[in-house]
């Protein structure tokens, strides 16, 4: 399985990522096609536990950026955090939230660290991340 994201907006991500003190969050919005998840745009959404080691996406902002992308034909390929002081690895909270959201997981650490990951058939499985340029694609 690959996640496939823009350079700019992977760089983007991080680049929060690194600037915040609280885990970042939002939707990564594509399409899946077979094993790929292709991101076509990053959503942040505020974390409204404000919180270094917790996120919970503002529900409002949630339903807005995803009927937004449902209006451009985009579903939720994939959620993203950051973990400023951990491991790029799923916590136990994480696997919480992927078995309600059974989408790819992206976790970047405050030092640009990147990994995915998904839960399948109840097990977590990493995904390979694979950063394009925006030509690659014709964007």
């Known amino acids: 399985m690959r996640l496939v994201i823009r350079q700019d907006d992977l760089k983007e991500i991080i680049k929060m990522t690194e600037r915040s003190a609280v885990e970042v969050c939002g939707f990564l919005f594509g399409r899946r096609e077979g094993n790929d998840f292709i991101v076509e745009e990053i959503r942040f959404i505020p974390n409204r536990l404000n919180s270094p080691t917790a996120f919970e996406m503002e529900p409002l902002e949630m339903v807005k950026a995803i009927d937004r992308a449902e209006e451009r034909g985009l579903e939720v390929a994939g959620i ?19 078995r309600l959201w059974p989408v790819v997981w992206l976790i970047v650490t405050s030092k640009g660290e990147v990994r995915a990951w998904i839960l399948e058939e109840g097990k977590v499985e990493a995904v390979e991340v694979e950063d394009e340029v925006d030509s690659v694609r014709g964007i």
């Open 80 to 98: 993203f955090h950051s973990h400023p002081k951990c491991p790029p690895r799923p916590s136990d909270r994480d696997l919480k939230g992927m």
